[in-house]
């Protein structure tokens, strides 16, 4: 069995070796016809567009992305052709949750936000939604939740509407797959009209797709004061940024929000199960990241460790300093835990 995988993903080497009996590491933009074309499996990130133009007359008949968004898989193709595929759905949504716990300690400190008479706004409360919603609980925040599909699923009970997220809101988060089409397509859904009708000049916060936020629009609103500030992980047209929009909000990071190594290690051992089970390997093999440095002193207190162990704000001064850097600083990200593991 033969294997081509993106040389960006974690603690994979090893394991892999011990399952395929070829494996291949390249850049995740390396990926051609001609190297996919023989191999019976990929495992990927989201840099790699796996689609006809990729797989036309391959012998592929698997694919693992490590992460939890697809949108770089055009599973209509895959179905038609045969080719199984899986993501990790949930596998990076502590570490977003993180994210979001230090973004929110943040605004407290640095822009007195005042976590205990504000309101949050969950727009999308999937697997990475109900970890932030665990979040806001924890720090005594008040939540509103609104998921247009799980309320027509379950009932409407305990979810509001996104005009009701737009009215009291505070701080507004998204955390919403990107779809295109249908009723509840998530494309711009934050666009100029929603922007227009926000009543409580919120902090806007997005950690999901960047073309959830119409970047144009989002601009406009910080200039025109129809939003408090924004905290933005995930931009349209990335690695291409709009540069205005980076040096304008108050935290810009290079699309890392999931990137703690317990959410890299999930999405990797995730990545390899899937691969065993569909070749019918039974190999053992165990995904643990590295721990902190020796010299790590936690602080007792919980808000000082918890921005101890990660400060957003220094991965945007980085994208900041060099935003030409962004698939580097991605690529390459240093070793973030969610937890003290002294």
């Not at 822009?111 to 727009?123: A, H, R």
């Not at 005009?163 to 505070?170: E, L, P, S, V």
């Not at 916060?205 to 936020?213: A, F, L, M, Q, W």
Request: net charge negative.
């Amino acid at each position: 069995m033969k294997v081509v995988v993106d040389d960006k993903i974690p603690y994979i080497r090893e394991a892999i070796e011990k399952i395929a009996d070829e494996v291949v590491f390249l850049p995740g933009k390396d990926f051609t016809p001609q190297v996919v074309n023989d191999a019976d499996a990929l495992i990927i990130r989201t840099r790699t567009h796996c689609n006809e133009a990729l797989l036309k007359d391959s012998k592929v008949q698997f694919i693992a992305t490590a992460t939890i968004g697809y949108d770089h898989i055009d599973t209509a193709y895959l179905k038609q052709k045969g080719i199984a595929w899986t993501n990790c759905p949930g596998c990076n949504a502590a570490s977003v949750g993180q994210y979001l716990r230090s973004t929110l300690l943040l605004l407290k400190r640095e822009k007195n936000l005042d976590l205990t008479t504000c309101t949050l706004g969950i727009v999308g409360v999937g697997h990475v939604g109900k970890e932030v919603l665990k979040v806001a609980e924890e720090l005594g925040i008040r939540t509103l939740l609104c998921d247009p599909p799980r309320a027509l699923a379950e009932g409407e009970e305990g979810f509001v509407s996104l005009q009701q997220i737009a009215q009291q809101c505070n701080v507004i988060t998204f955390h919403t797959p990107l779809t295109k089409e249908g009723e509840h397509a998530t494309y711009h859904l934050a666009d100029s009209h929603f922007f227009a009708s926000l009543q409580q000049k919120p902090y806007l916060i997005n950690s999901s797709r960047g073309e959830v936020v119409d970047n144009q629009a989002l601009l406009q609103a910080l200039e025109q004061g129809q939003i408090a500030d924004a905290i933005i992980d995930v931009w349209e047209n990335e690695p291409q940024l709009l540069l205005p929009l980076l040096y304008k909000v108050y935290i810009g990071t290079p699309h890392i929000a999931g990137y703690s190594a317990d959410g890299k290690a999930n999405a990797t051992r995730m990545s390899l199960q899937a691969l065993c089970r569909h070749f019918g390997k039974n190999v053992e093999f165990t995904i643990t990241p590295p721990p902190l440095p020796a010299d790590f002193q936690p602080s007792s207190e919980k808000e000082v460790l918890a921005l101890q162990l990660y400060n957003p704000q220094n991965d945007s001064n980085l994208l900041k300093l060099h935003p030409e850097k962004f698939e580097e600083l991605r690529g390459n990200y240093p070793l973030r835990r969610e937890f003290c593991t002294q």
